[in-house]
């Protein structure tokens, strides 16, 4: 019964929106080539499956997603310790992550195609930018953030620098650097559409933007809604991941 609670509300919204979708379609208020039918989106979706293709163009955006993310992971870790480290550096660089934090990743495709060609380089790099940014606050919050008091007590068991890091600071920062991971996941993601429309010839952006060239319509809705499934998927699984390495000891919005 505690399951059937859980899935009733996301389960209503989804049948009222299909509801709805469909109500749209009968009454014809757009055009069958405007907004599909919920039963042709769902064909479509029937015979990529079958065929195979909707797999190979997931696995790809999935490598594509996760290379660019572990990459902005390593980066934003490193810089975050950085500055914590040696807070009288921060101002050297804090006006320039916030500089580019606020320019939009796919405003430098044209930069990128140049500096970078046309090949992964250019895709990785954009996803990069899209997710370095909200997981570099998040560690820099957590690091920076941490309880004097507790400072003081690795100060009074004599904790060298080195001790009073990874014995105090990186533990109670784990939370904020599990939750920044977690939205730049998410940020990943909703930059994988723009990274594969680089002259890409194979993965999710590109059958949207294929699709949408041979005018199926039906096909940009699939592609639409796998990003979307496969994203909520990835984000439930670091969302349970982050429950069992804390233990249930913080909790957020998103649970």
Same mark, same amino acid.
């Given at each position: ?15 009222? %929106? ?93 930069? %990128? ?71 730049? %996941? ?70």
């Amino acid at each position: 019964m505690s399951l059937v609670r859980r899935l009733l509300p996301p389960t209503a919204g989804v049948v009222v %929106l299909l509801l709805v979708w469909y109500g749209i379609c009968r009454m014809e208020l757009f055009n069958a080539y405007v907004l599909p039918p919920p039963a042709k989106v769902f064909d479509s979706f029937r015979n990529m499956w079958i065929s195979g293709e909707i797999f190979q163009d997931v696995y790809i955006s999935v490598t594509r997603v996760f290379r660019g993310f572990a990459i902005a992971f390593v980066l934003a870790f490193g810089l975050g310790m950085f500055r914590a480290v040696f807070p009288a550096a921060g101002p050297y660089f804090e006006y320039l992550v916030q500089f580019f934090r606020n320019v939009p990743p796919l405003s430098l495709i044209p930069l %990128l195609i140049l500096w970078c060609g046309i090949g992964e380089t250019t895709k990785t790099v954009i996803i990069v930018l899209a997710s370095f940014f909200p997981m570099y606050l998040n560690i820099v919050k957590g690091f920076t953030g941490c309880d004097r008091k507790l400072l003081e007590v690795g100060n009074m068991f004599g904790y060298s620098r080195r001790e009073t890091f990874f014995k105090i600071v990186l533990p109670y920062a784990s939370a904020d650097i599990l939750v920044g991971m977690r939205i730049g %996941l998410g940020y990943s993601w909703r930059a994988i559409i723009g990274a594969e429309m680089v002259a890409a010839s194979a993965g999710l952006g590109h059958m949207i933007l294929f699709a949408q060239q041979m005018s199926r319509t039906d096909k940009v809705i699939v592609g639409i809604l796998v990003i979307g499934i496969v994203g909520c998927a990835t984000d439930r699984l670091f969302g349970l991941a982050i429950g069992k390495l804390l233990k249930g000891n913080y909790e957020n919005g998103w649970n």
